[in-house]
């Protein structure tokens, strides 16, 4: 099955500062969402990104669905940006099967 | 706010019990998962529902029941559950079984006993 890494494992960064999470998978995929889940544990929709590049608002995130990876960015980060950043895809082999990759815990200081 | 609900959002239950989860998405969604996720891990598929008709079973043992009663109703029914079935379980949907993007509900943190 088709491989998906995330990097960093961890994270830890002072309010307002910028960081860069990477996904790389294995196989092409027909989909890529990045989520964030809080600890609570529910998992937020951040990016529906096969392909391409999106923005909303401190958060943006780009596929390079040709080179295999994406890369989800925050800027000027909050405490409330807090948590564990899961990338998950579907390949065309998988179909309806989303497969997570092991998630980069962010830790965000004032 | 999620559009995908989850009941109950605690449950503690013993080995003997019988329980079940339910979620429901007014979306108008016609695939309807369940995914299980264990602490520190990422979430694991269990089963996928397609207009109300079981298409993937993730080699999920038989003391976890999926039910589709309708197109917007999911329900795990959980018997003589191990303790190591303690865990968060999340309900998603999306517009069909395929690529398209799916939506999470807030989870049902199971304790057993």
């Known amino acids: 099955g088709i491989q998906v890494e995330q990097s960093p494992p961890d994270l830890i960064l002072q309010e307002g500062a910028n960081s860069t999470l990477r996904c790389n998978f294995s196989d092409s995929v027909n989909n890529l969402q990045w989520f964030h889940q809080n600890p609570w544990g529910q998992l937020i929709n951040l990016f529906y990104?096969?392909?391409g590049t999106k923005q909303n608002g401190r958060l943006s995130a780009t596929t390079v669905a040709t080179e295999r990876y994406s890369l989800l960015y925050i800027s000027s980060s909050q405490t409330t940006d807090s948590g564990v950043y899961f990338c998950?895809?579907?390949?065309?082999?998988?179909?309806?099967?989303?497969?997570f990759g092991a998630g980069t815990q962010v830790v965000v200081t004032p | 706010d999620t559009e995908v609900t989850q009941t109950p959002k605690h449950l503690v239950m013993g080995m003997t019990n019988k329980k079940s989860l339910k979620c429901e998405q007014h979306?108008?969604?016609?695939?309807m998962y369940w995914y299980k996720q264990k602490a520190k891990k990422p979430p694991e598929l269990m089963f996928v529902y397609s207009y109300e008709k079981l298409s993937i079973n993730e080699s999920v043992p038989s003391r976890f029941s999926p039910e589709c009663p309708n197109s917007s109703l999911l329900n795990l029914h959980l018997h003589a559950l191990q303790p190591e079935d303690s865990a968060l379980y999340l309900c998603?949907?999306?517009?069909?079984?395929?690529?398209?993007?799916?939506?999470f509900g807030e989870g049902s943190r199971l304790t057993v006993l």
């Open positions: 998603a949907s999306s517009q069909e079984r395929g690529p398209g993007e799916l939506f």
């Open positions: 990104i096969p392909s």
């Open positions: 979306m108008g969604h016609r695939a």
């Open positions: 998950a895809v579907v390949t065309t082999d998988s179909w309806g099967k989303l497969q």
